[in-house]
């Protein structure tokens, strides 16, 4: 509490006085100014009986009980300790005896594709028919909570919205870190140009590590315009600008790395390459 300039102070407070020790402020005894009557004596009762002497001062005085400490409550919650994140390794190799189930494996995939290849409904189905916990992390989303001050690239590329580019790709690569670090996998997605390795590919193995596994997912170009038609807001294209990114996204061909063309595949049956996918990245990953 806060007083006036040059008003006195509050009197500071005493154990037995003021509201908080429980007490009335006055006494209670007849005759007192201000204060009630008290009540009459019961008949028959001769008061609190009375209070022993104090030992001497030469005795020594008796030690206080100690008490065992009480036991925290069952049910009751503490912090609860996390690994940290550290760079993701490579996933280990399965015994020659059997194939890779990349459905019970922890895992880190990053999904690439230009707009309109399905990368956001085949990863969030991917990620809700997973035997093990799984996170559905999207650039995009992560891109988007920035709210005043948001660079949106289709107003023009400048260091502004590649600033931001950068900073949700951090955003997303330290997330997946803590996820994998703490025993969920993970799959990302982004829109990654091979003609730009320094922002894309490798800009994800920085922030993750070496086991994340990318797979590339390039439809028809008529499929991706088809499915950008069906957008609404910032995350429609226009044609010449799909038809950019399609063209730029061909170069993945030769790479090395897994194409899905999944132009004739619904997102249960993408889903279901992807796994066919990832079990042979695991065997033997791309070098990348």
Known sequence: MQHAVGA??????QPGHGPG????????????????PGPAPVPGFAGPPPVPPAPPSHLPHPAPPQHAPVPPAPDTTGHVQLPPGGPV????????TGAPDPTATTLAVLLIGPAGAGKTSVAKYW????????????????????????????????????????????????????????????????????????????????HVGPGLLPVVLLPGLEIVLERNAERSGNRRLTDEEVARIHGRMAGWYGSGLPIIDNSQLDVPATARVLDDVLARSIASPPQW
């Open 8 to 13: 006195p102070l509050p009197p500071p407070h």
């Open 21 to 36: 020790a429980g007490w009335p402020p006055a006494a209670q005894h007849p005759g007192h100014p201000g204060g009630h």
């Open 89 to 96: 390794g490579m996933p280990s190799a399965p015994p020659a």
């Open 127 to 206: 990620a809700d028919h997973r035997r093990v916990p799984t996170a559905h992390i999207s650039l995009d989303d992560v891109r988007e909570w920035v709210r005043s001050g948001f660079a949106d690239p289709q107003s023009g590329w400048n260091d502004h919205s590649e600033a931001q580019y950068r900073l949700a790709r951090r955003t997303c690569g330290f997330a997946a870190r803590n996820f994998l670090a703490n025993g969920i996998s993970c799959i990302l997605d982004d829109a990654v140009f091979p003609d730009r390795p320094v922002v894309g590919l490798g800009g994800w193995k920085r």
